[in-house]
Antibody, heavy 115, light 107 residues
């Protein structure tokens, strides 16, 4: 089982970025898939998840700006991040099932929002 | 939103000590509580799920207990590799929320 994130980098405030998380060893559509982030030197912060039925949920700080989705044919999870702010700077982790018996984390990808 | 209050935020302990970390929820979360360990520069690792179920591969010196609003993570005999930061997470209701973390340092 493996989760590989991509798409991070440096973006200006107000800009957009799309993160991808490609899974192997299990199907994304069969699990609750999450994005969790960690700002430099700070704690863990849950961002969003999508359930097996495709329904999304969001944290208060990203609601209306971020969109989670998945492509079952590519077994890939996405996070579209719009109207980015400096406080969105963090390492973003893709996580399979935070609460279920089977769980996996990606290696994390850095997003830096700065001018 | 459910607030998760972890205590202590930091502690010093010696190898062999029994360590207890507490997480209090602002409202009842049944047993939808998980514990994670994170070492500097590393990906978090889940230790406990469903409040008291030990994740496969995690040493038995780690245990979790509690229900409702108060939960504990116990390390029965602290080992050198256990010095890390520990987080609780409630997944009873949205938005999911983590505790602020407990940093366990060497005394």
């Amino acid at each position: 089982v493996q989760l590989v994130e991509s798409g991070g980098g440096l973006v200006q405030p107000g800009g957009s970025l799309r993160l991808s998380c490609t899974a192997s060893g299990f199907t994304v559509s069969g699990s609750y898939m999450n994005w969790v982030r960690q700002a430099p030197g700070k704690g863990l912060d849950w961002v969003s998840n999508i359930n097996t039925g495709g329904s999304p949920q969001y944290g208060d700080s990203v609601k209306g700006r971020f969109t989670i989705s998945r492509d079952n044919s590519k077994n890939t999870l996405y996070l579209q991040m719009d109207s980015l702010r400096a406080e969105d700077t963090a390492v973003y982790y893709c996580v399979r099932s935070l609460g279920g018996a089977e769980t996996n984390w990606g290696q994390g990808i850095l997003v830096t929002v700065s001018s | 939103d459910i607030q998760m209050t972890q205590s202590p935020s930091a502690m010093s302990a010696s190898v062999g000590d029994r360590v207890t970390i507490t997480c209090r929820a602002s409202q009842g979360i049944n047993n939808y509580l998980a514990w994670f360990q994170q070492k500097p520069g590393k990906v978090p690792k889940r230790l406990i799920y469903a409040a008291s179920s030990l994740q496969s591969g995690v040493p038995s010196r780690f245990s979790g207990s509690g229900s409702g609003t108060e939960f504990t993570l116990t390390i029965s005999s602290l080992q050198p590799e256990d010095f890390a930061t520990y987080y609780c997470l409630q997944h009873n209701s949205y938005p999911l929320t983590f505790g602020g973390g407990t940093k366990v340092e060497i005394k």
